[in-house]
């Protein structure tokens, strides 16, 4: 048996900066100026382009990418913003044994920063360590909104997002996973392991592919292989880019 040892959230969410990157969740108010909550985000996805973070990131993702139309920007925009809500949440759950409150009311998004500057979480108030409340708090209260205001700003498939989650969840589970067993946490490895595991069989998870131990083969391909340069992913339902033989496979 592996004897899970935890510690009550702090403040700061300490715990979580050794794991750097997209782990690290920023507390407090951000220093170069207040920022716009995630919750008015989602509720605001027709807006005109710069009066909107989503729309606003999307635009920016475009440009860096010169990515020919706007839903691969999107894409690529989603999946990156479910991986940080994803490693900050399972980084908590497996090293505290407790999760952070993200109401997304609560979460400050600065849509023109990368990781770690882009998430601030203005107040830490603990939550369950469990798979339903991580549930809970980024399928329900984030993903499901995202996912809403792309479909009606960008014509996207659900199943290309919901695919782009479950692999943002997987990469999040694998590099913890890593991390935990290059320093002897076998009890933060089972936990990760374990929840993530429980949230691969929640009903918007559980079609987007197959997940098996850290590794995860998804059903839908995010579109990065059309971002120019780019190619398809480890997890892609693709073998190789679309098009470049007929023995590409179909989506």
């Known amino acids: 048996m592996v ?7 702090d403040p700061e969410l300490a715990a979580l900066r050794p794991l750097g990157g997209f782990f690290v969740l920023r507390t407090g108010t951000a220093p170069h100026g207040p920022l716009p909550a995630l919750a008015r985000t989602y509720e605001n996805p027709a807006s005109e382009v710069y ?18 139309e706007l839903r691969i920007a999107a894409s690529v925009a989603q999946q990156a913003l479910a991986a940080r809500l994803w490693s900050a949440a399972l980084g908590c759950a497996a090293l505290y044994g407790r999760i952070p409150d993200l109401d997304p009311r609560l979460l400050h998004w600065d849509a023109e920063r990368s990781a770690p ?5 203005a107040e830490v108030r603990p939550l369950p360590g469990d798979a339903t409340a991580l549930a809970h708090t980024v399928l329900h209260g984030h993903l499901e909104p ?8 960008h014509r996207m498939s659900t199943g290309l997002l919901w695919g782009n989650a479950a692999s943002a969840l997987a990469g999040a589970a694998r590099e ?11 009890d933060v490895a089972t936990r990760a392991r374990a ?14 592919g197959t997940f098996t131990g850290t590794a995860f083969r ?17 997890d892609c339902c693709f073998t190789q880019p679309p098009g470049s033989s007929p023995k590409a496979a179909s989506g």
Do not use: K, M
Not at 117 to 121: A, E, I, K, R, V
Not at 146 to 153: E, M, P, Q, S, W
């Open 3 to 9: 004897l899970l040892l935890f510690v009550d959230l």
């Open 51 to 68: 009066g909107n973070s989503l729309t606003f990131r999307v635009h920016i993702v475009a440009e860096r990418l010169q990515v020919p």
């Open 117 to 121: 500057d882009d998430l601030w979480l």
């Open 146 to 153: 995202l996912t809403a205001a792309l479909v009606a700003r």
């Open 176 to 186: 913890l996973d890593r991390w935990a067993r290059t320093r002897g946490r076998e």
């Open 195 to 208: 929840l993530t595991a429980d949230l691969f069989a929640h009903p918007l998870l559980s079609g987007t």
């Open 218 to 234: 998804r059903r839908s391909c995010c579109l990065y292989y059309r971002v120019p340069g780019g190619g398809v992913c480890g």
